[in-house]
């Protein structure tokens, strides 16, 4: 008898628990998500490490998740127009090239956030393939440059901005 209360209690008690989904994500700043320094050739893969914990299952990303993944876009798109393009219109030679790097290493993360978001929208049932060939398209460009300047330096330039 008692076996049988405590396994009713344990079941009563793991029933009545929440399983409720939590964001991956929380805000962050530009510098510390930015991949931008360091050197040319791996943009993809440390996109992916700073973007990573999303659940397999992507039809569960929380829609938190998904604005986190959004903000990612918008502050490293800002980032480029706001410091990169400057930056660069005012270096020459090798600082404008590793500058260059810089900005094609913050446009493949820009662009991974949104390839991650699309992928979990098409998964939760939104119709954004096109989007998503149209993006897919751009990174994979993007990862190709980065390849090609594979052990060169790359600038990493401070932005001022938060995801929020």
């Not at 791996?42 to 959004?70: I, Y």
């Amino acid at each position: 008898m008692k076996f049988s209360l405590i396994t009713f209690g344990l079941v009563a008690l793991v029933s009545a628990s929440p399983l409720s989904r939590r964001a991956v994500f929380s805000t962050s700043t530009y510098d510390d998500l930015s991949i931008s320094g360091g050197v040319a050739g791996n943009a993809q893969q440390e996109a992916l490490d700073k973007l990573s914990g999303l659940p397999s299952d992507l039809s569960t990303v929380e829609e938190a998740d998904l604005d986190f993944l959004n903000s990612v876009n918008q502050i490293a798109n800002d980032a480029e127009d706001e410091a990169f393009n400057t930056a660069i219109d005012a270096a020459s030679g090798e600082d404008a090239d590793a500058l260059q790097r810089g900005k094609i290493k913050n446009k493949v993360l820009k662009l991974t956030a949104t390839i991650l978001k699309l992928q979990a929208q098409a998964a939760q049932g939104d119709d954004v393939a096109d989007k998503l060939d149209e993006e897919t398209t751009k990174l994979n460009n993007n990862i190709s440059q980065d390849e090609e300047a594979a052990g060169l330096a790359s600038t990493f330039l401070s932005f001022d901005a938060t995801t929020e």
